[in-house]
């Protein structure tokens, strides 16, 4: 796994501050992007919150995962949250060590007062001093939040005081693109009350078996207003993959107004990913789950297509100018207003979710912007099954044949690819194992990248010839 320090550079710590006009919880920011470029201290708003207990609290779940593995526990996880202005909304959003879960807080115009939301992407500060403040806030008097410098600082930054150095694995970033590609696909599979949501998260085990390790999915089956569990996958059920990594969700359930559940349609037994949006007043929180607990979202491999395709990379650069820090994100009218057909934008999207320059929200079923402070293109030099095809296809190893095959060697080894129903297949180990939940792999993706570029080659081929035809011609 490829790993590089990241620095995150605060002004000073987050704080949860009293005085005599009321209580201030003052997020500091670390380097971003914002409309007019990078920034050292982004400041996106400076107002108040309508919920402030609960926001605390939900604050408070989004920094849990970002420390937290479910996988593997012993190792260190410490990722501060990243905040995205939207002009209307705030969103807080973090991933689990192990890339299992993916928490995204989303604060609603209807709870924030007072003030404009900004537009752009840092990393927030949430220190273990913060952390027990939020826990110990009680009542809900008025509670200022502060996300950026406030107005007497902006101007006497003179560099940061507070410095974190976290590892940053290569497969971290790719978490928020594949979690992107998987949740296109749910839908809105239960929703229940507040009562039954509650009565049904504080029945789910806190602690895999054992006490520690995360357990296997459990499937639960809609039931009129709750959720009924079930020992085994039938029409209509939902798969909780690891059912304790939802503990998150536990410090919020008393403000809770209700649970939506999103899903794909099921896979026979096969366990899936999942999303559980707890809503609060003038919130949503929601935690996505990956299909196995052992199992991170930055190798299901739905990202590769795009990836290795120069049309989405052209396509993608023409889309990025098009997106302007919007809440919602409608491919059909940014299809209309680059002229690329709808398909071609999605695909130019799922690319741009790769550099985390765009999210995705289920309960909107829309795309958002946002510009993850991370180096972007590392996602895609560091993706093992890409760079692999790569190299096949550097080596000469796909040998292309009719209708849609081809013969790929690698090592000693040669495999067939054939096409089906549009959809590339393999005689190698991952596609028995997986046959394409988890992506094409490394030879399939080969012989696409391989397609391409003859089909190219023909094209160009053909556009020369007619040139020279209508050339020759001209000329007698």
């Known amino acids: ?5 990241h620095t995150f550079a605060y002004a000073r710590p987050s704080a949860l501050t009293s005085s005599a006009a009321g209580r201030t919880l003052g997020l500091e920011t670390a380097g971003g992007l914002t409309p007019v470029g990078a920034e050292a201290h982004p400041r996106f708003f400076a107002g108040f919150l309508n919920a402030p207990q609960a926001a605390a609290r939900a604050l408070l779940a989004v920094a849990d995962v970002a420390a937290a593995r479910y996988y593997r526990r012993t190792l260190r996880a410490s990722l501060d949250p990243v905040v995205t ?14 890339c299992g879960v993916y928490a995204r807080l989303d604060v609603l115009p209807e709870g924030l007062r007072g003030a404009d939301t900004g537009h752009g992407t840092t990393n927030v500060d949430v220190n273990h001093p913060l952390r027990a403040a939020l826990s110990r806030l009680t009542g809900n008097d008025p509670l200022h939040l502060r996300v950026g410098p406030d107005e007497m600082a902006v101007t006497t930054l003179d560099g940061p005081v507070v410095e974190k150095k976290v590892p940053l694995p290569d497969r971290w970033l790719r978490g928020f693109a594949e979690s992107q590609v998987a949740t296109t696909g749910f839908d809105l599979r239960a929703e229940l009350p507040a009562a039954e949501a509650v009565r049904f998260l504080r029945s789910l085990p806190r602690t895999g078996p054992g006490g520690g390790s995360a357990g296997g999915p459990m499937w639960v089956l809609p039931a009129g207003r709750t ?13 909780l993959p690891g059912p304790e990594r939802l503990a998150a969700l536990q410090q919020v359930l008393r403000h809770a107004t209700g649970l939506r ?3 794909p349609a ?17 919130m949503r929180l929601t935690l996505t789950l990956s299909p196995e607990a052992d199992r991170g979202f930055s190798g299901e491999g739905g990202v590769l297509e795009a990836l290795a395709t120069d049309e989405a990379a052209d396509d993608a650069e023409l889309i990025s100018v098009l997106l302007a820090w919007e809440p919602r994100i409608d491919p059909a009218e940014l299809a209309g207003q680059s002229g690329l057909p709808v398909p071609r934008v999605r695909a130019a999207l799922a690319r741009l979710g790769t550099a985390g320059r765009v999210g995705y929200d289920i309960a909107d079923a829309a795309y958002f912007h946002r510009e993850l402070p991370y180096d972007a293109r590392r996602a895609e030099r560091h993706n093992p099954r890409l760079t692999a095809a790569r190299a096949l296809l550097e080596a000469g ?3 292309l044949g009719g209708s849609g095959t081809a013969l790929v060697t690698s090592g000693e080894r040669r495999y067939q ?4 129903g549009g959809a590339l297949g393999c005689t190698c180990q991952w596609w028995a194992d997986y046959r394409g939940r988890r992506g094409p792999c490394k ?24 040139t020279t035809a209508t050339t020759t011609g001209a000329t007698r």
Request: proline share 7%; hydrophobic share 35%; aromatic share 4%.
């Open 227 to 239: 959720l009924r569990p079930t020992t085994r996958p039938v029409p209509g059920t939902v798969c």
């Open 417 to 420: 690819v054939r096409e089906s």
């Open 266 to 282: 099921p896979d026979g037994a096969l366990p899936t990913a999942s999303a559980w949006e707890l809503t609060l007043p003038g």
């Open 443 to 466: 030879h399939a993706l080969a012989t696409r990248m391989a397609q391409r570029a003859a089909a190219t080659a023909t094209t160009d081929r053909t556009t020369t010839a007619t």
């Open 261 to 263: 559940v999103y899903g």
């Open 397 to 399: 190893a796909v040998a």
């Open 1 to 5: 796994m490829t790993r590089t320090a």
């Open 85 to 98: 202005g939207n002009g209307d909304r705030l969103r807080f959003e973090s991933f689990s060590g192990c």
